[in-house]
C-alpha cells in the first residue's frame, strides 16, 4: 500500500519520539510486580500513557503519513551530502564582490576568487553592467549621456599570479593574463617590482613591464578576419611619502606601434579615506601633451 501526504520529514521524528515513549511506558507498567503496586498507581500509570499517546497523536493522521519518504538508497544520500559539502565549500571560498556607478549611468562590477596560495594565484571578472530604462525618460537620459546610443553591457575575465622575485635583484614578479570575448581582444602581461626603503616613511618602488596585446576581426563575407599583435615595454619609478599620503611617479612607455619612448609624470595625493586627487602630464605618439586631473572615490562591499 502506498501512503501519501504533505507530512514530510517534520514530524516523523516526533511520531517516532511519542511511539517509543509509548513503549518504554507500556513496558515499564508491564514489568512492575503486582504485589509491589498499588492498584491506584497501576490505573494512575495506564492513564498518564493513554493521555501522553493521545496528547502527540492528537493531530497526526497516521493513515496519511508518507513514508516513502524513508526510502533512500545509500547512493542517493551520499550525492546530497556531496552536493551539500561542495556548496558549504563554496561559500566559505567567498567570492569578493565589489561594484561602482559610472557617470553614464552603467555600474561597473567586478569579482575574483582565489585559487590557490601558492604564488597567489586568483582569477575574476570586470563587467560593465547597463541598467535597462524602464521610462521613457530614463532612455532619452542615457541616450544624452552616452552620446546618442544606449550603454552596452560588456565584460572581461583574468587571471593573475603573483610569484617572488630574483633574490636583490627584484623583490616581486606578477602575472596577469585578460581575455574580451565581445571586443575580441586578449592580453598577457608580465612585471618584476623591486621596493627600496628611503629614509624616514619614504619609499622607491622601481617596475618594468612587458606585455603583447592581441586584437582580431570578425570576417565578414569576402574578407577574411586576422589577428594583429603589439608588443610593449614600461618602466616606472614611484616615490611614496606615508606621512602625507603623496605618491609622485615618472615612467616611460614604448610599444611595436610607437618609434620612441613617451614619457609621463604622475602625481596622487590622499585627501582622507577613500578620496584621492590624481594628476598627470604625458607624451603621446603623435607629439601632443596630455593633461589630466581627476578626483575619485573608491569603496568596496
Do not use: C
Not at 561542495?86 to 556607478?101: E, F, K, M, V
Not at 575574476?124 to 546610443?149: F, I, R
Not at 575580441?184 to 602581461?189: A, N, V
Not at 592581441?214 to 574578407?223: D, E, K, M
Amino acid at each position: 500500500m502506498e501512503f501519501s501526504t504533505g507530512f514530510g520529514w517534520t514530524r516523523l521524528p516526533v511520531l517516532a519520539a511519542a511511539f517509543i515513549l509509548g513503549s518504554a511506558l507500556t513496558v515499564s507498567a508491564q514489568i512492575i510486580a503486582p504485589a509491589a503496586a498499588a492498584p491506584d498507581d497501576e490505573a494512575e500509570a495506564t492513564e498518564a500513557a493513554a493521555a501522553a499517546d493521545a496528547d502527540v497523536l492528537r493531530d497526526i493522521d497516521v493513515d496519511k503519513l508518507d513514508w516513502s519518504q524513508l526510502a533512500i538508497d545509500a547512493g542517493t544520500l551520499s550525492d546530497i551530502i556531496a552536493a551539500r559539502k561542495r556548496a558549504q565549500a563554496a561559500a566559505s571560498g567567498g567570492l569578493n564582490w565589489a561594484s561602482s556607478g559610472n557617470a553614464n549611468g552603467s555600474s561597473a562590477v567586478t569579482v575574483k576568487q582565489s585559487v590557490s596560495p601558492f604564488w597567489d594565484t586568483r582569477i575574476g571578472a570586470d563587467m560593465t553592467v547597463a541598467k535597462e530604462p524602464t521610462t521613457m525618460s530614463e532612455l532619452l537620459a542615457q541616450k544624452a549621456a552616452n552620446g546618442g546610443s544606449l550603454p552596452q553591457s560588456s565584460g572581461s575575465a583574468w587571471a593573475a599570479a603573483t610569484a617572488p622575485g630574483a633574490g636583490a635583484i627584484w623583490d616581486k614578479t606578477a602575472v596577469e593574463a585578460r581575455v574580451d570575448p565581445g571586443a575580441e581582444q586578449s592580453r598577457i602581461g608580465a612585471s618584476l617590482t623591486k621596493s627600496v626603503p628611503l629614509s624616514g616613511d619614504t619609499s622607491l618602488t622601481l617596475q618594468n613591464g612587458y606585455s603583447v596585446n592581441q586584437q582580431g576581426t570578425t570576417a565578414v563575407p569576402g574578407i577574411g578576419g586576422h589577428i594583429s599583435r603589439n608588443y610593449g615595454t614600461d618602466q616606472s619609478a614611484k616615490v611614496e611619502l606615508t606621512d602625507t599620503g603623496t605618491s609622485i611617479t615618472a615612467g616611460q612607455t614604448m610599444s611595436t606601434t610607437d618609434d620612441k619612448w613617451l614619457r609621463k609624470l604622475g602625481a596622487e595625493q590622499k585627501l582622507f579615506d577613500n578620496v584621492t586627487v590624481s594628476g598627470s602630464v604625458g607624451e603621446t605618439s603623435q607629439g601632443a601633451i596630455n593633461k589630466s586631473v581627476t578626483a575619485g572615490f573608491k569603496k568596496s562591499w
